[in-house]
Every structure is written in C-alpha cells, then in structure tokens.
C-alpha cells in the first residue's frame, strides 16, 4: 500500500491561511503538515482562494516525493512568492482577446 494524503482543512491565520493534511504511511507511521500562504498572496498576487488547497496538496506531494531520511520535509512550511508566481503562470495563464 502506498502513501495517502488527507487533506484536514485550513485554518484562518493574522498572516495567512494554514493548510493541514496527515500522511498515511503504514511503513513510516502517520504525520502531519501544515502549508501556510501569506495574506499577501490573495491580495497583492491575486492567488485565488480556491486554489490554494489543491496547490498545497501538490507542493506535498512533490515534497514527499523529493525528501530523503536525511532531509525530511518539515512540519511546518511557508509557501514562497516564486512558488506562488509560478503556480499562477502554469496554472492560469494570461487570457487572449477575442477581438
């Protein structure tokens, strides 16, 4: 069996919103994350809110994925303004005139 990531929900923050999720490892045992996105990126980036959760999920999951025994994927994890920005090019990207 491998891994699952539940996703737990988010919590509103002065500075941002946090995003939960629990691993479940049988090998490994259980853990939890918690993913932050500043205030900042909804309002001067325009990072849509109802992204944010799938975007987490994903920045998790690639994480997992990356970490060694040695470098484990931290507890806790703020999200930067380059992961933000890339997000919003890949994801959502520029719309073309119709004109």
Not at 20 to 31: C, H, T
Not at 34 to 50: D, T
Request: proline share 7%; glycine share 4%; net charge positive.
């Amino acid at each position: 069996m491998s891994i699952q990531i539940q996703y737990l929900g988010f919590q509103l923050r002065t500075s941002g919103r946090d995003y939960s999720y629990r691993v479940v490892n049988p090998k490994e045992g259980d853990r939890e994350f918690v993913l932050s996105i500043p205030n900042r990126a909804f309002s001067e980036h325009h990072f849509p809110y109802q992204d944010a959760a799938a975007f987490c999920y994903q920045k998790l999951q690639r994480a997992l994925d990356e970490e060694s025994p040695g470098q484990p994927f931290p507890h806790r994890s703020v999200l930067s303004d380059q992961e933000l920005d890339e997000y919003m090019v890949l994801r959502r990207p520029a719309k073309r005139r119709t004109w």
